[in-house]
Nanobody, 127 residues
Framework: QVQLVESGGGLVQAGGSLRLSCAAS????????MGWFRQAPGKEREFVAA????????YYTSSVRGRFTISRDNAKNTVYLQMNSLKPEDTAVYYC????????????????????WGQGTQVTVSS
């Protein structure tokens, strides 16, 4: 089993920055990819960014590319999401996710590419 603990959410004004962290514990030797998803009220959970654990390949949804940066610290089994130039439409609960198998890049961008999920952290961007 794997446990994921997120931190770093909060309230920020538009144009501001936040950094989310997600620490994995347990069967971390089998990590293949980690990602961030978000879910706004009344909407489906959507892909934000992902990173492969070995090579560090990164993937972003178009609405955050150039503003958000995903990174990882393999020694700490931690993934980060640096969010800059935040907009009110970025407001959502952000979820960390972990995948343990090789998957196509299209699958890494979907919830089906992950076996484990964190509890979520709220990000609120005021206008």
């Amino acid at each position: 089993q794997v446990q994921l603990v997120e931190s770093g959410g909060g309230l920020v004004q538009a144009g501001g920055s936040l950094r989310l962290s997600c620490a994995a514990s347990g069967r971390t030797f089998s990590i293949y990819n980690m990602g961030w998803f978000r879910q706004a009220p009344g909407k489906e959970r959507e892909f934000v960014a992902a990173i492969t654990w070995s090579l560090g390949n990164t993937y972003y949804t178009s609405s955050v590319r150039g503003r958000f940066t995903i990174s990882r610290d393999n020694a700490k089994n931690t993934v980060y999401l640096q969010m800059n130039s935040l907009k009110p439409e970025d407001t959502a609960v952000y979820y960390c996710a972990l995948g343990m198998r090789l998957r196509a890049s299209s699958t890494i961008r979907s919830t089906g590419g992950y076996e484990y999920w964190g509890q979520g952290t709220q990000v609120t961007v005021s206008s």
